[in-house]
């Protein structure tokens, strides 16, 4: 007795019915992007911590209305305000010890890019159009430019700006000028 005959045809057919959608809902979720937008935006540049000397370097995009409490902070300080700004519990510890009153800190609109302060490690191999003026803006600038977040130490970039549900993400096209601008 094959399986055909114990579930009877109408069994079948159903299962085999349904297959063709399966199978369409299984491709199109492993080929459905994510919503991208490319533009420019301005990003700070830092020195990895710890630097470790291979030539990387840090990119930071800081959302905009944090950049002006930011400024003579390093990286970590300023993910600290974005963390206050964005949390539902400003009691938490990295809140009380910011250094600056919880007052000051600005709300985001809804629809910002990006929705939280973002950042990318870049090296000498990396995908990235006129990466030579980046690396030569890096090794020209003083290294106390480069530790904490500075309106001199900034670049202008072309950027693939990635919108996800749980996360915005983004990925360096092309650097298009260095400070000043």
């Not at 994510?34 to 370097?57: H, R, Y």
């Not at 900034?154 to 400070?179: C, G, M, N, S, Y």
Request: aromatic share 6%.
């Amino acid at each position: 007795m094959n399986i055909t005959n114990l579930l009877g045809p109408g069994f079948c057919a159903l299962v085999l019915s349904a297959l063709p959608s399966v199978v369409h809902a299984q491709s199109a979720g492993a080929t459905a992007h994510p919503e991208s937008t490319e533009l420019e935006a301005i990003l700070f540049v830092q020195a990895p911590q710890p630097d470790n000397g291979k030539g990387a370097i840090h990119l930071v995009w800081v959302p905009q209305p944090i950049e002006q409490l930011c400024l003579g902070k390093t990286a970590q300080q300023c993910s600290a305000i974005d963390y206050c700004v964005r949390t539902t519990n400003r009691e938490a510890s990295t809140c009380r010890s910011l250094g600056i009153p919880l007052s000051r800190l600005p709300s985001y609109p809804h629809d910002m890019r990006p929705r939280r302060q973002l950042s990318v490690i870049y090296f000498a191999a990396a995908p990235v159009k006129n990466l030579a003026m980046l690396e030569d803006f890096y090794h020209r600038s003083p290294r106390s430019s480069l530790e904490r977040l500075s309106l001199s130490s900034r670049v202008k970039a072309r950027v693939r700006f990635t919108r996800r549900p749980e996360d915005d993400d983004f990925e360096v096209l092309e650097i298009l000028a260095v400070a000043p601008f």
